[in-house]
């Protein structure tokens, strides 16, 4: 696949033993637990979710991509060497991401069997029931508005509970 030109924006934390991948930073360095792909365009919207979700408890070791070739990339390495790199459990993705349709990402692993167990949830400004089934049809296990409420976010954990690190 060719990606073009991405702007490399990485953060390496000391210890972390964590390849480079363009457009990628860490939220998180605890690398042995269960893993979020978080692929949003928008920094303050990323920082927001990776906040709202920590309020909750959660304690997954998030990867934020900022933009949809970024993400895709590092998703087929990790696909390419499965036995060594352990999967996202969540993929968390923007549908309108600049370079491309974050739907198409969705899709993308929808059909892939490696990625089968993976929960996948679209997140949008556009909270139109277009748009959810949009998501939903393209193989996103949930929506989420980037308008979303506490509540939202808490029946999305209690709906998928295997996929998340709860702090208690």
Request: charged share 25%.
């Amino acid at each position: 696949m060719t990606i073009g030109r991405i702007e490399v924006k990485t953060v390496q934390v000391a210890g972390d033993p964590q390849p480079s991948f363009p457009g990628c930073r860490m939220a998180s360095f605890l690398m042995s637990r269960i893993e979020i792909v978080l692929i949003d365009d928008s920094e303050d919207d990323a920082t927001l979710l990776v906040k709202a979700l920590g309020k909750l408890g959660v304690s997954n070791p998030t990867r934020i991509f900022s933009t949809g070739s970024s993400a895709l990339k590092f998703l087929e390495d990790v696909r390419a060497k499965a036995v060594e790199v352990k999967l996202p459990s969540v993929v968390i993705c923007d549908v309108e991401l600049q370079d491309m349709n974050g739907l198409d990402i969705v899709k993308a692993l929808k059909v892939l069997p490696e990625f089968s167990a993976t929960l996948r949830i679209a997140v949008s400004h556009d909270d139109s029931i277009e748009t959810a089934r949009a998501a939903h049809n393209s193989g996103a296990h949930a929506f989420l508005s980037k308008e979303r409420k506490e509540s939202e976010i808490k029946a999305l954990l209690e709906a998928y509970p295997t996929h998340w690190i709860i702090k208690t």
